[in-house]
């Protein structure tokens, strides 16, 4: 081979190394930006105020589970359960309402923060696999909901301080999207500010290092699952408040694949070690400006989900391991 052709060679390999190192961190954010510039030549009024509106709307549930979804997958782990959590703090915020809202907030968060814990101390004490810990409780967890609802029957309530959760404005920004950023924020800072963070992210690159130095290893999966289920179980609220009932059959049905697409689509990797609390909310709203694309240009709901089945295809396949 001639020095030009491999140096030719050369210059191609370090051209696909800087793809494979920088595609993961933006390649979420160049999609965004590409489905942003192709609605706004094929989607009438996609760029009105109000359409925006909607999209914060309809994704700050899915942006909150998400989150706590990236700090779990950061670790190694999954949480299949975060629908069922979010279920059971509707219910259980629902039928406390009697005694005031915010002591029914606190008691439906305080539920779905143990359901998360107990999730961690399962699979961390006793060493189960978190897909099959948080699958029971996907199954358990919507059980208990409807049993707390009179054996999953509509709970309706008419509570102003409650229902201002999911359907307030302060300084014309919904209450919903004013929570969303406040979570994502705290995240962001939680990982990339403190000791937490660094700890998250070492058990997921390598427990077992990391048990050797010095981190508790078991605190910190508790301390994850108990966030994911706290997360969950605002995103709850916010759904009850805003339709001002609680449905526990319905409430974050499957919105576990969505959150999980949102922060493997976001740039963490299904393995653990690395977490982009930024990247889950980007994922996030490629997912939702997807479906609203789809849906203002009178396409099938199913074409969005194809779609979006092939993004995470893709972003699983970028983020793969490398062989040398």
Known sequence: MSNAAQ???GIGLRGAARIAVYAPTYGALAALVLLLVVNSVFTPNFFDLNNFRNILLQVAPTVLVATGMT??????????????VMAIASAVAATSLDAGALPAVL?????????G????????????????????????????????????????????SFEYLGQGVVAGVPTQ??????????????????????YVVAVGGNEAAARLAGIRVHRAKITVYALSGLLAGLAGLIETARLGASDAQ????????DAIAATVVGGTPLTGGRATVVGTLVGALIMQVITTGFVMNGISYAWSLVIKAAIIIIAVYIQRPKVA
């Not at 008691?107 to 359901?115: D, I, Q, S």
Request: aromatic share 4%; proline share 2%; no cysteine.
């Open 71 to 84: 700090l779990v997958i950061s670790t190694g782990g999954i949480d299949l359960s975060v629908g069922s």
């Open 7 to 9: 140096a030719g060679t």
């Open 107 to 115: 008691l439906a968060l305080g539920a779905a923060t143990l359901v």
């Open 117 to 160: 814990a107990f999730n961690g101390a399962l699979i961390s004490g006793f060493r189960i696999q978190p897909i099959i810990v948080t699958l029971a409780m996907l199954i358990s967890g919507r059980g208990v909901a409807q049993v707390l609802s009179n054996g999953g029957q509509l709970v309706p309530f008419s509570n102003a």
């Open 250 to 257: 319905k409430v974050g049905l499957n919105i576990e694949l």
């Open 177 to 198: 999207v004013l929570v969303m950023a406040l979570a994502v924020g705290l995240a962001i800072f939680a990982m990339r500010a403190t000791a937490f963070g660094r």
